[in-house]
């Protein structure tokens, strides 16, 4: 329901104005009454000496005062009225107005809120076009886009009512074209084309008769662009007259240029994940992806205790195929192998291609280990593939590795290393058409595992953990902006271990809190170390699990690590990072998490942006103050446009959601120039400077201020 602005005291500007009205005509009339009374009577006492016509003069006056005030009266009422029923049918034009903007408002928001929500062009166009319906208020919207001949536009989306009206619609924007569409000319200047009055202009297209049929009056066709390049259209239409003013399509072509945004975002999202995750040979998956689907199905096996098998595959003879017939002849044949593969997995399995003719598969959801044996023996029938021309059949045979989680190994890559070594146990070609399963090595690799775990548990009380510290940079002047701790373990028997190895372990075993723990009080204590040597510009960023940011009461443990080392929320140096891949986890409980954190004064910075599987739908659900762009798409930059695309999108993004952005890997100046060049003027990486001690990290900093 709509209703009318109310004054400060409650009451309507209607009813106001009403009262002041009120208030003249008293006004008037009592000034009236009183002038007549008073003069009146003077002036028949000065005339009149005669008693009789006195009185009789007396009552004729009356009567006149009553006839005159009356007239008198229904003037000032009538006028005023009429003065009351222009503003009150202004006020209504000016209500239904603002209705209409907070209308096209809501519908930006809720557009907007698309944009970061949906990873697919298709379900993008036709959810804008639903909420401008629903949300927005007009009877019909579409989404035309540009087709390859960049000449014609047509509908690829549309909602509402009477949606006839779009079909057949193509039309010709070439502007210097004869047979240019009559709003060419508009959406090329980027400007939007307004009709008010639908039958007050010729028919345009059969479109355009078709929609006066159906009582359209109104229509806004808006532009949107990439850089000067006209991608497509937005189009409403209404069945209201004159709805279209300066305010409304102000914010319509703001609605335009957001979708516009999201196509690119998309289109440079797909791309990214096409050309880093797909093999342009056979178009499978290559093995960044595989290692990402194994990863996710390991979680899935850990909750539900199910069995996943990784198996590694080889093409026999393709060195001889690429030697004796050519290397066009070694690609068919595995495009053939891989199309092979695909027809014969089940649903929910994956295939990769990992190069030169080896191939790896992932079977999910197993019952048990041998499962894995039924579906080997379907995948490594041998079979013929015709060669062409006077070349006889070629007689295709595979081999494999497999290995099973649990038992063989507990990640991703180990998995795959296991299989591989299965594979190219006695070698490939000596169990062509079987698959031999890892075991040699298990046991060794348990007690490995065990030993390390052991070790890691008294780690803290040997005081093997220390932290180094690598620096945060201003890539225009090289300034250090702050600092991130890492932790780094010495072991007596091991060596140096690799956080790659030990965090994984911790968080699995529950140490990861106590060591978390150790942690922030190590870098708080630094910190304020650092500014109590007047180094007061500096930020500590520190890593969280998700596991020690779910902990119950970790924000007051928070404060009194803060309390203790003197750290103040309205100057606070400390910045915590999480991980994308943990936020997708848990994204209500982690929320809620950063959201207490943020109340205490501390920034929130999301790690490893981009590694994870919804990058783009949880961005304004989240209290984050930064992006941290993942280094292995800051490793393409130089060498990989798609690489440098993904980042102009994320400067872009991040402008739009008032994100800063920070690049981690940098390790070349070409990267460090590019980045800079995009708008990402903060960074890390082995080009400014490894990890290193505390004391080692001072000599980068400027001089102390004080």
């Known amino acids: 329901m709509e209703h009318h602005a109310v004054t400060r005291n409650g009451s309507s500007p209607s009813r106001s104005l009403a009262g002041r009205l009120a208030l003249r005509i008293v006004v008037v009339y009592l000034v009236m009454g009183i002038l007549w009374i008073a003069l009146s009577d003077r002036a028949l006492a000065m005339l009149v000496d005669d008693p009789v016509l006195l009185t009789w003069l007396q009552t004729f006056k009356g009567w006149a005062y009553v006839l005159v005030t009356a007239l008198l009266l229904y003037g000032l009422i009538a006028w005023q009225m009429h003065v009351l029923a222009q503003a009150n049918v202004r006020l209504e034009e000016r209500g239904l107005h603002i209705a209409r903007l907070n209308r096209v408002h809501a519908m930006l928001s809720a557009i907007n809120g698309a944009i970061l929500r949906i990873r697919h062009r298709d379900s993008l166009l036709r959810e804008s076009c639903r909420i401008a319906v629903d949300t927005g208020g007009f009877d019909l919207a579409w989404v035309g886009l540009v087709n390859a001949d960049a000449r014609t536009l047509s509908p690829v989306a549309s909602a509402g009512d009477a949606l006839d009206c779009l079909d057949g619609l193509s039309l010709c924007i070439a502007s210097g074209d004869p047979d240019a569409h009559p709003m060419a000319a508009d959406l090329c200047a980027r400007l939007p084309f307004v009709v008010n009055e639908l039958s007050a202009i010729p028919p345009m297209d059969e479109c355009h008769s078709r929609a006066v049929a159906r ?74 992806l595989l290692e990402e689907r194994i990863g996710q199905a390991l979680l899935r096996a850990r909750h539900h205790r199910r069995y996943i098998g990784v198996m590694a595959l080889e093409v026999l003879g393709l060195r001889a195929v690429i030697d004796s017939l050519g290397r066009q002849q070694g690609d068919r044949l595995q495009q053939v192998v891989a199309r092979r593969l695909l027809s014969r997995l089940r649903e929910g399995d994956t295939v990769a291609h990992l190069g030169n003719g080896e191939f790896a598969l992932l079977l999910c959801d197993l019952r048990m280990g041998m499962d894995v044996s039924e579906v080997a023996d379907k995948l490594l029938e041998p079979f013929e593939l015709e060669m062409g021309g006077d070349l006889p059949p070629l007689h295709v045979k595979l081999s494999a590795g497999a290995a099973v989680y649990p038992g063989d190994a507990e990640s991703g890559p180990e998995l795959l290393h296991c299989a591989g070594v299965a594979l190219h146990q006695g070698g490939a070609q000596s169990h062509a058409g079987r698959c031999v399963f890892y075991a040699r090595e298990m046991d060794e690799r348990v007690r490995e595992y065990q030993a390390l775990d052991n070790e890691l548990q008294g780690a803290l009380q040997r005081d093997e953990m220390h932290l180094h510290y690598q620096p945060i940079v201003n890539t225009r002047d090289g300034s250090v902006l702050g600092v991130e701790a890492l932790l780094r373990w010495d072991n007596r028997r091991f060596g140096s271990v690799s956080p790659g190895r030990f965090i994984p372990m911790a968080e699995h075993s529950g140490l990861i809190l106590s060591l978390g723990e150790w942690v922030l009080e190590q870098a708080c204590a630094q910190i304020a170390h650092w500014r109590a040597q007047g180094w007061n510009h500096l930020h500590m960023s520190v890593n969280l699990s998700a596991r020690q940011l779910l902990t119950p009461g970790f924000d007051t443990q928070v404060v009194k690590v803060l309390e203790r080392h003197g750290l103040d929320k309205d100057d606070m140096p400390l910045v915590l990072e999480v991980t994308e891949t943990a936020v997708i986890e848990d994204m209500e409980q982690v929320s809620e998490a950063l959201f207490r954190l943020k109340r205490l004064g ?105």
């Open 215 to 288: 009582g359209f009056r109104a229509m806004a066709v808006v532009p949107f662009f990439n850089g000067s390049q006209l991608l497509g259209v937005l189009g409403f239409l209404s069945r209201q007259a004159t709805v279209f003013d300066a305010d409304e399509l102000q914010l319509l072509t703001e609605v335009a240029a957001d979708t516009g945004l999201g196509l690119m975002i998309i289109d440079q999202a797909q791309a990214l994940e096409r050309s880093t995750r797909y093999d342009p040979l056979t178009g499978l998956p290559n093995r960044g």
């Open 602 to 706: 501390i920034a929130v910075h999301l790690d490893d942006f981009g590694t994870g599987y919804a990058s783009l739908s949880y961005l304004h659900r989240l209290p984050v103050d930064a992006l941290k762009i993942d280094q292995s798409f800051v490793r393409g930059l130089g060498g990989d446009p798609v690489a440098e695309n993904l980042i102009r999108t994320l400067v872009v993004l991040a402008e739009r959601l008032d994100l800063s952005l920070v690049a981690e890997g940098v390790e070349t100046d070409e990267q460090r120039d590019i980045l800079r060049r995009l708008g990402c003027d903060v960074a890390q990486g082995y080009l400014f400077a490894r990890p290193a001690p505390a004391e080692q990290i001072e000599g980068l900093f400027p001089a102390p201020q004080g």
